[in-house]
Every structure is written in structure tokens, then in C-alpha cells.
């Protein structure tokens, strides 16, 4: 494939999708993004967004707060 001139912006960009990736993870915070890959997912059985049949074991949270100024302190 051709090379990618990875400047400043895109190194920010994939410094940050990163960054809130791993933020994520660390609180259990697991965002589905169906797509036809999903078929292939090997965690598909535990997923609530494609009806896995183990998804009732790992309910979700269907209270949203907003932040309070604390949280938007250590962002």
C-alpha cells in the first residue's frame, strides 16, 4: 500500500481515539458498534446489540447521569 504522512493532526486524532479507548476499558465501558463484522466477533455471545445469548449476564446501565464537576475536573 502507499505510504501515509501521519502528521501533527493525525497523530492527535489517534493519540485521543486511544486515549478514550483505554479510558473505556478501565471502566468497564463497552460501546457496541454493530456492523456485518459482528458475525465474527468472538465476544458476540456476551453483546445485548446483537442478542448474544449470554448478553443477560452482563446487564447494562440504563440510568444516564450527566457529569458532575468533578468528573469534567479530571477529563
Not at 26 to 31: A, E, N, T, Y
Not at 49 to 58: F, H, I
Request: proline fraction near 5%.
Amino acid at each position: 500500500t502507499e505510504l501515509y504522512d501521519l502528521d501533527n493532526n493525525t497523530y492527535r486524532h489517534v493519540s485521543s481515539m486511544y486515549s478514550q479507548a483505554m479510558k473505556g476499558i478501565s471502566q468497564g465501558i463497552f460501546v457496541p458498534h454493530v456492523t456485518a463484522l459482528c458475525k465474527g466477533c468472538p465476544v458476540k455471545d456476551a453483546c445485548w446489540a446483537v442478542d448474544g445469548k449470554d448478553a443477560y449476564r452482563y446487564p447494562i446501565e440504563t440510568t444516564i447521569t450527566a457529569p458532575t464537576e468533578e468528573d469534567k475536573e479530571h477529563q
